[in-house]
């Protein structure tokens, strides 16, 4: 669940741009990038925006996209067209 939508805003496509980059993270990680014994103390978890860093194993570039992709602020947040023309997303497509 995306800050906005905890705090009773609308859902748009910048949560799913949220949700996308807590996948992401989820998939390289093995873990979600917010975990809590319970929903208030995840909320607030989530609101704060802070989440470890991926595994070395995991490029700067992965963890940059995943960092743009989970600002708490939607209007900072990356926008769905903004991501598809990212560097790391360009690189990959050539392979």
């Known amino acids: 669940m995306s800050p906005e939508v905890i705090e009773g805003k609308s859902y748009d496509m910048k949560s799913d741009i949220w949700s996308a980059g807590c996948l ?9 990038p917010f975990e809590a014994e319970n929903q208030f103390n995840l909320s607030i978890k989530i609101k704060d925006g802070n989440f470890d860093r991926l ?3 995991y490029s700067e570039e992965l963890m940059e996209i ?3 992709m989970l600002i708490t602020d939607p209007l900072k947040r990356l926008t769905a067209s903004e991501l598809l023309q990212s560097k790391i997303l360009q690189l990959r497509g050539q392979d």
């Open 55 to 57: 595994p070395n194993r």
């Open 66 to 68: 995943i960092k743009q």
């Open 24 to 32: 992401i993270y989820e998939l390289a990680n093995l873990k979600p």
